[in-house]
């Protein structure tokens, strides 16, 4: 990876943080840990790995499992050309698309809805089903949170994946540690997840998920995989870019005042 | 030939499947009982067990729809209706263009008792919107409304059942979805059925003619989106309706019925079904009877609701 392209990514990163916090401060109410954690992969997902054109029916697709991280993936397609900034700003207003979790009948280019934890990576495999029936190439990512994975369909979900040799299928967990209740460790622990999944036979891959350099090489590694889907362990940090938010478990779904957000942006733009 | 519903969807995606290379099967264990076996043999790469996940196997559905596919899920219908999450939001609310079938409907499948025993199902998808919801009364009819189901977009349910039933039906017929099928005119009651209790029904209605009473029987498959206009049409030269169905009389035919009824023209009503309570074991001819879905109990039923 060449140092401008990642400079790139990087300034990208910036620029999607930056927007997830307008929209929170305008909308009011929302998720500003999970919506930050999730950037730095988004990123490289939609500005580097994915072919992606929403009208293609060959483009790779990905499907936000933690819905409630939307606002990161709105503010991603306004920096990709495919929605208005205008428009994300009316975030959980009344007559929106920008639905406080994606909806995908409103709104298309989410792949589908979600926001009731545990159903994406069902619904992930079915597409990934779909291109191996065809014999199509694209590839499938998947997002979940950590908390997530304490859903029982989770589990009957990564059972099935390796059953059916998905090997187009990514599924993506931020670990950022942190859920409504408190820290994952102590709600539901997860641990040891990476055993866990590799022992369900998916090829385990753990990254710093804010390394843009980890994160690609990590989706190239999927590509080569064969007969199984793969399982990439992100390491986050909710919050990521805001220090005041960072880590905080009260930042999960609380939205940033004026003040709080003029500070937040003041901090990424320097970061 | 009296078939059983599930068996004739069996028969009908194994003809259809030849077609609609689109149409994939989902089933979860159970498809000896939900006759995709036979499918399963046919089309190896178009069929695929998911395992006792019955979530899952919605969701992977809902997956396989948004991406063009068309699945049909399948398992009992109590065991679908218990991942009632997974089908709000992955199929329901994405209208992912999924056909869930339900067999096993009701407590016509008799010895397994209450646990598979599906009787809240037509009422936890009549509170979805856009939800399609038919169950067909005899082989003919399921034939049909597969067929038809496979090109009409959209989530669907279909309810079938385990036990045969006796045709009500010819090859002339030609089932329409969301219309009322009149089976029999008559102007003294509007008996309103649906799926294996219809020939039942129609039975109850020959004994209520030996004692001069003209029933009209009307087999209502589609129960969502409902022929209002039929029911409103029936209402004004009906006095008195009656619901039939293998279901709990709460939220099912009988609650669509009567909601349909009183935002029109209110009429009484009798609502024949499972009396809101959990039914038990037994041969489907000793549950039926116990519980008042065969013809006679239907029969005598109606005949106490006219002496009113």
């Not at chain 1, 998947?142 to 299928?169: H, R, T, V, Y």
Request: hydrophobic share 40%; with cysteine; proline share 3%.
């Amino acid at each position: 990876m060449n140092v401008k392209k990642l400079e790139s990514l990087k300034n990208r990163a910036r620029d999607i943080r930056v927007l997830i916090i307008k929209m929170l401060v305008e909308a009011g109410s929302g998720h500003p840990g999970g919506s930050l954690s999730a950037t730095d992969i988004l990123t490289c997902l939609y500005f580097h790995k994915m072919n992606y054109d929403p009208t293609d029916p060959l483009r790779d697709r990905f499907v936000l499992s933690k819905g409630h991280g939307v606002p990161a993936l709105y503010a991603t397609l306004v920096k990709a050309g495919y929605l208005e900034e205008k428009e994300v700003m009316t975030l959980r207003k009344i007559n929106s698309r920008m639905q406080g979790h994606p909806d995908h009948f409103r709104l298309p280019l989410m792949e589908t809805s979600a926001g009731s934890l545990g159903v994406g990576l069902s619904i992930a495999q079915g597409m990934a089903l779909a291109a191996k029936i065809d014999e199509k190439n694209y590839k499938t990512y998947c997002m979940i949170g950590d908390g997530e994975i304490q859903e029982g369909q989770m589990w009957e979900a990564f059972m099935s994946a390796p059953k059916f040799k998905l090997d187009n299928l990514v599924c993506i967990l931020d670990y950022n540690q942190g859920q409504i209740d408190g820290p994952v460790k102590e709600v539901m622990d997860i641990e040891p997840i990476a055993e866990k999944l590799k022992s369900f036979n998916w090829h385990v891959i753990e990254i710093n998920g804010h390394n843009l350099e980890e994160i690609l090489n990590a989706l190239y590694e999927a590509d080569s995989i064969k007969d199984k889907p793969t399982f990439i362990i992100a390491h986050t940090v909710k919050g990521k870019g805001v220090s005041f938010m960072e880590g905080v478990i009260d930042w999960h779904g609380k939205a940033p005042s004026q003040e709080e957000g003029e500070k937040a942006i003041k901090e990424i733009l320097n970061g | 030939m009296a078939k059983a519903t599930r068996a004739a969807f069996g028969e009908a995606i194994l003809e259809l499947g030849e077609k609609d290379k689109d149409l994939i099967v989902l089933d979860a264990d159970l498809s000896k009982s939900t006759q995709t076996q036979k499918f399963s043999k046919k089309f190896p790469h178009r069929w695929f067990e998911v395992g006792i996940a019955e979530a899952n196997m919605i969701g992977i559905g809902a997956g396989l729809a948004l991406a063009g596919k068309k699945p049909f899920v399948c398992s009992f219908a109590c065991f679908l209706i218990g991942r009632f999450e997974t089908i709000r939001i992955s199929l329901a609310y994405n209208r992912a263009n999924v056909k869930m079938v339900g067999t096993h409907c009701g407590i016509g499948i008799g010895e397994d008792g209450y646990t598979q025993m599906s009787l809240e199902d037509i009422a936890c998808m009549r509170s979805l919107p856009e939800m399609s919801i038919v169950q067909p009364a005899d082989e003919i009819e399921t034939k049909q409304c597969i067929e038809y189901m496979l090109q009409h977009k959209g989530p669907v349910y279909i309810r079938l059942t385990r036990q045969a039933l006796e045709d009500v039906h010819t090859l002339r017929y030609k089932f329409q979805f969301g219309k009322g099928d009149v089976l029999k005119e008559g102007k003294d009651v509007a008996l309103l059925a649906t799926g294996g209790v219809v020939y039942n029904t129609l039975q109850a209605a020959e004994e209520l003619e030996k004692l001069g009473v003209k029933a009209t029987v009307v087999n209502i498959h589609t129960i969502k989106p409902l022929d209002k206009e039929l029911i409103f049409n029936l209402s004004k030269k009906i006095e008195k309706f009656v619901t039939v169905e293998d279901h709990n009389i709460y939220g099912g035919l009988g609650g669509a019925v009567a909601e349909a009824l009183s935002e029109q023209t209110p009429r009484k009503l009798l609502r024949i079904g499972v009396n809101d309570v959990y039914a038990e074991s037994g041969t489907p001819e000793d549950v039926y009877k116990k519980y008042g879905l065969d013809a006679e109990g239907i029969f005598s039923k109606i005949k106490k609701f006219l002496q009113k």
